[in-house]
């Protein structure tokens, strides 16, 4: 998919571009533009493959894909399990001649099931093109790709030591992969993250997600012949959520919403378990001990006599807080963006992402940067899309920035 772009940079007058001090960001944006083409067709191979989170077959393809590109493109490369996920972690490693160490990640899995990218294969309506998982996140993987050929066609090495990582479990938490991006990021001093935004922005500051479990036990009974026997949880995990419907928090921008609920399986027993799970986001680090402190507290007070209830946080992805070193990175996005008559704003994010493994919250290294992937929006439906248009200034952004990073512009 990616191949050498040596015959367009002759026909653009760019065969001998370098990234030296005579290279204007209007040569790298051409650059940008003469790689379009091929990164289009990378773009349509990984959408055209099914890679839902868990799916085996169609992961395993993607992998194939993106380790031969990869390989392609000069990168030492190793697959390392994702378990207890499904599929691999696939890292590559290009050294260079300086001493930055830059990281690249973005995830391949997509929410959808097999099936998905025969029913709607990547397909262009004029400015949008759509298909699974177009803009989350294989348009961030086509951005990390090409924006490496064009270093390489710019003759750039002048990072440390540029990694990639792509991951196949985002999706559902990252639970094969979380430890992994701690660790590369912990080796680096810049982590740049592919996630799409949804205008011309980079985020400096997304939610971190946790999940809310609410777990009632009741008594079975015969439901027409001895209902009173029994204890029914159904009806007291109803009465519990009404009472915990207001756990949020809007002044510190915490939500917690039910959005799971599962009671018996017979309807002529009384149920004697019901369960319940809540989506929580926030970006106060104190508030996941608040929501589990307070939903405790309320869930004293029954309905039912006899039943008892439990409340449990299971953990999941940390925010990203907003910090002076993303907020940098951010001031330097944009500038590269006005380079060439754009405008680019730092974003804030209600939705968690892999770049909060990434962050360390003491304010040591390394300095991360989300949403620097392609412009989309309709995220984990069948509306989702992306503009092509963002495909070329995307790449530049890249481009320019592991430049500019690599060289402490």
């Given at each position: 998919?990616?191949?050498?772009?040596?015959?367009?940079?002759?026909?653009?007058?760019?065969?001998?571009?370098?990234?030296?001090?005579?290279?204007?960001?209007?040569?790298?944006?051409?650059?940008?533009?003469?790689?379009?083409?091929?990164?289009?067709?990378?773009w349509?191979?990984?959408?055209?493959?099914?890679?839902g989170?868990?799916?085996?077959?169609?992961?395993?393809?993607?992998?194939?894909?993106?380790?031969?590109?990869?390989?392609?493109?000069?990168?030492?490369?190793?697959?390392?399990?994702?378990?207890?996920?499904?599929?691999?972690?696939?890292?590559?490693?290009?050294?260079?001649?300086?001493?930055?160490?830059i990281?690249?990640?973005?995830?391949?899995?997509?929410?959808?099931?097999?099936?998905?990218?025969?029913r709607?294969?990547?397909?262009?309506?004029?400015?949008?093109?759509?298909?699974?998982?177009?803009?989350?996140?294989?348009?961030?993987?086509?951005?990390?790709?090409?924006?490496?050929?064009?270093?390489?066609?710019?003759?750039?090495?002048g990072?440390?030591?540029?990694?990639?990582?792509?991951?196949?479990?985002?999706?559902?938490?990252?639970?094969?992969?979380?430890?992994?991006?701690?660790?590369?990021?912990?080796?680096?001093?810049?982590?740049?993250?592919?996630?799409?935004?949804?205008?011309?922005?980079?985020?400096?500051?997304?939610?971190?997600?946790?999940?809310?479990?609410?777990?009632?036990?009741g008594?079975?009974?015969?439901?027409?012949?001895?209902?009173?026997?029994?204890?029914?949880?159904a009806?007291?995990?109803?009465?519990?959520?009404?009472?915990?419907?207001?756990?949020?928090?809007?002044?510190?921008?915490?939500?917690?919403?039910?959005?799971?609920?599962?009671?018996?399986n017979?309807?002529?027993?009384?149920?004697?378990?019901?369960?319940?799970?809540?989506?929580?986001r926030?970006?106060?680090?104190?508030?996941?001990?608040?929501?589990?402190?307070d939903?405790?507290?309320?869930?004293?007070?029954?309905?039912?006599?006899?039943?008892?209830?439990?409340?449990?946080?299971?953990?999941?992805?940390?925010?990203?807080?907003?910090?002076s070193?993303?907020?940098?990175?951010?001031?330097?996005?944009?500038?590269?963006?006005?380079?060439?008559?754009?405008?680019?704003?730092?974003?804030t994010?209600?939705?968690?992402?892999?770049?909060?493994?990434?962050?360390?919250?003491?304010?040591?290294?390394?300095?991360?940067?989300?949403?620097?992937?392609?412009?989309?929006?309709?995220?984990?439906?069948?509306?989702?899309?992306?503009?092509?248009?963002?495909?070329?200034?995307?790449?530049?952004?890249?481009?320019?920035?592991?430049?500019?990073?690599?060289?402490n512009?």
């Amino acid at each position: 998919m990616v191949k050498t772009i040596a015959g367009m940079l002759a026909l653009c007058g760019l065969a001998n571009i370098a990234a030296d001090a005579r290279t204007t960001s209007y040569d790298i944006l051409k650059l940008a533009k003469a790689e379009q083409p091929a990164a289009m067709k990378t773009w349509k191979a990984l959408v055209n493959v099914d890679s839902g989170t868990g799916y085996k077959q169609g992961l395993t393809h993607i992998e194939a894909l993106l380790v031969e590109q990869l390989k392609y493109l000069g990168a030492a490369v190793k697959a390392i399990s994702a378990s207890p996920s499904v599929g691999d972690n696939i890292i590559g490693t290009f050294p260079g001649t300086g001493d930055k160490r830059i990281l690249l990640m973005i995830h391949y899995d997509t929410v959808f099931p097999p099936g998905e990218a025969k029913r709607r294969p990547f397909h262009m309506q004029g400015d949008r093109v759509y298909g699974p998982g177009v803009a989350d996140a294989k348009g961030g993987a086509v951005i990390i790709l090409h924006a490496i050929q064009m270093l390489e066609d710019l003759n750039f090495d002048g990072y440390g030591k540029l990694t990639v990582l792509f991951n196949p479990d985002e999706e559902t938490g990252s639970f094969g992969s979380r430890d992994l991006i701690k660790k590369l990021a912990s080796r680096s001093d810049y982590v740049l993250s592919y996630e799409p935004p949804d205008r011309q922005g980079v985020t400096v500051q997304t939610n971190g997600i946790t999940q809310l479990m609410l777990k009632v036990i009741g008594r079975a009974s015969h439901a027409g012949q001895a209902p009173e026997e029994g204890r029914n949880a159904a009806i007291e995990i109803a009465h519990q959520l009404l009472q915990l419907n207001q756990l949020g928090d809007p002044d510190k921008g915490t939500t917690v919403n039910w959005t799971i609920v599962r009671a018996g399986n017979k309807t002529n027993i009384i149920p004697a378990l019901a369960t319940a799970e809540a989506d929580m986001r926030y970006t106060d680090l104190t508030e996941t001990k608040r929501v589990l402190r307070d939903a405790r507290r309320i869930v004293q007070d029954h309905l039912i006599p006899n039943t008892k209830v439990e409340v449990s946080i299971a953990r999941s992805r940390p925010p990203l807080l907003r910090n002076s070193a993303s907020l940098k990175l951010a001031a330097l996005a944009r500038k590269i963006y006005q380079d060439i008559g754009r405008e680019l704003d730092p974003i804030t994010m209600r939705f968690g992402t892999d770049a909060g493994y990434a962050y360390q919250a003491d304010g040591t290294r390394p300095a991360v940067l989300e949403t620097l992937g392609i412009v989309g929006g309709g995220l984990h439906s069948p509306q989702e899309f992306a503009k092509v248009s963002s495909l070329a200034p995307r790449l530049y952004l890249t481009t320019r920035m592991i430049i500019a990073l690599s060289r402490n512009d």
